[in-house]
């Protein structure tokens, strides 16, 4: 019997990874629902190949709003599946009978919602969408309590943890170690960042992403939300998570136990692998379009501090963590609004951290204890980061 998979942000770069991997497992894993922000072209054709159930389209405005049930007219080969456009659409992906797993790979906040009501209704949740951790951790992990959900991570630094930690007690670990590339500025000197323009922080040098992350990335605030997103996961105290440049990419994450054993996890840079294994876990199985493991290409592999006084949101991000309450899902929220306003030319590089630490002086002391007290400080955070820049 096979699985049935909603892909949520099918058209990303790791909803196309994922159905790479998810085609070369038909057998185990059957595409039920797709849905993507407005690519329909793209959708379409991922739709006419994987045949799901369910294809939603959230921007009604990429559709030729004719509400639900809408299918392109361009595509007669979709004509199998059932066509639907909005937000709810994510919802109602990830609740579906059919379905057994949901891969969120929607980009940000907005994907919030499809994950609570995933786990809710007793579905695994493989999370790429680490910004729904970060943001409501808590709400997560009560959710997945009621609902018999769980969340399996797809971040490789995460999934590198989990294999790292298979069978072992919380109470044999020391720490966690993620490692960190560095971005595209690791070796920069500080005064040439504040004229870092955006071609040059979208040049990532071991993965290719999408452009939110890959910003993210160069400012570290990546790490940050990857240090939040390992607390909540793993339930371990700030103080026990560390991070480490690691320029290769290659090993993905440490473990230290407390005997002084270090267990990581190594591959190449490629999220097929950590994308199979949250479909999977805690099973290994066969997949032959990973490339053999070739430890003398990947060499040398090397690792150095981390540069804090040079990438502030990464210190801002883990402190939000600390902080708890809302303030991780502002800095969350200002980080997204201040990426977004970069990527559109309104602001420098090195102002995005200042933004973020503005948000979180004024927002991050706001309450965070239900959805609503959370969404209402993510949206103040982003008006507050709009208003700074005039926009
Ligand atoms: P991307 O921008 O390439 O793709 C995002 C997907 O989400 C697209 O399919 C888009 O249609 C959809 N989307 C965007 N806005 C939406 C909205 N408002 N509502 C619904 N759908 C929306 O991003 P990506 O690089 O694939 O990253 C996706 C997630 O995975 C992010 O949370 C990122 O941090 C995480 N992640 C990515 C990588 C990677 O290698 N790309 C690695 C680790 C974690
Ligand atoms: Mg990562």
């Not at 196309?16 to 959708?43: E, G």
């Not at 066509?83 to 891969?103: N, S």
């Amino acid at each position: 019997m096979t699985l049935g998979v909603a892909l949520l942000g099918s058209t990303g770069s790791i909803g196309t990874t994922a159905l790479r991997v998810l085609d070369r497992q038909r057998n185990r894993f059957r595409v039920a629902a797709l849905t993507a922000f407005a690519n329909t072209a793209l959708l379409a054709e991922q739709a006419a190949r994987f045949r799901p159930t369910f294809v939603g389209v959230v921007n009604r405005a990429g559709t030729n709003g004719a509400g639900t049930n809408h299918e392109p007219t361009t595509h007669e080969a979709t004509a199998h599946s059932s066509w639907h456009t909005g937000q709810e659409c994510l919802i109602e992906a990830a609740t579906r009978d059919d379905v057994d797993i949901v891969l969120n790979a929607v980009v940000g906040a907005a994907g919030l919602d499809a994950t609570l009501a995933a786990l809710e209704a007793g579905k695994r949740v493989a999370l790429a969408n680490k910004e729904t951790l970060v943001m409501a951790g808590d709400l997560a992990a009560a959710a997945a309590r009621r609902g018999g959900g769980e969340i399996v991570p797809v971040d490789s630094e995460h999934s590198a943890i989990l294999q790292c930690l298979a069978g072992r007690r919380p109470s044999d670990v020391r720490r966690v170690i993620l490692t960190a590339s560095g971005g595209p500025f690791r070796d920069w000197p500080a005064e040439r960042l504040a004229c870092a323009t955006v071609d040059d922080a979208l040049q990532h040098p071991t993965w290719t992403m999408g452009r939110k992350i890959t910003v993210d990335s160069a400012t570290l605030a990546n790490k940050a939300l990857e240090v939040i997103e390992a607390h909540y996961l793993f339930d371990l105290p700030y103080d026990r998570i560390e991070i480490i440049v690691h320029p290769q990419s290659v090993v993905h994450s440490l473990v230290e136990f407390v005997d002084g054993s270090v267990l990581a996890q190594l591959s190449a840079p490629t999220m097929e692998l950590p994308v199979l294994y949250a479909l999977t876990h805690p099973e290994r199985v066969p997949d032959d379009g990973v490339r053999p493991f070739d430890p003398v290409a990947c060499s040398p592999l090397t690792f150095e501090p981390v540069r804090y006084d040079e990438f502030p949101a990464l210190r801002l991000g883990m402190e939000a963590g600390r902080a708890a309450g809302a303030a991780p899902a502002v800095f969350n929220a200002a980080n997204e609004q201040a990426v977004a306003l970069f990527l559109e030319g309104r602001l420098t590089f090195t102002q995005i951290a200042s933004a973020i630490g503005s948000a979180l002086e004024v927002f991050g002391g706001s309450a965070g204890d239900s959805r609503e007290a959370l969404l209402a400080a993510d949206a103040a955070a982003r008006r507050h980061v709009r208003s700074l820049f005039s926009c």
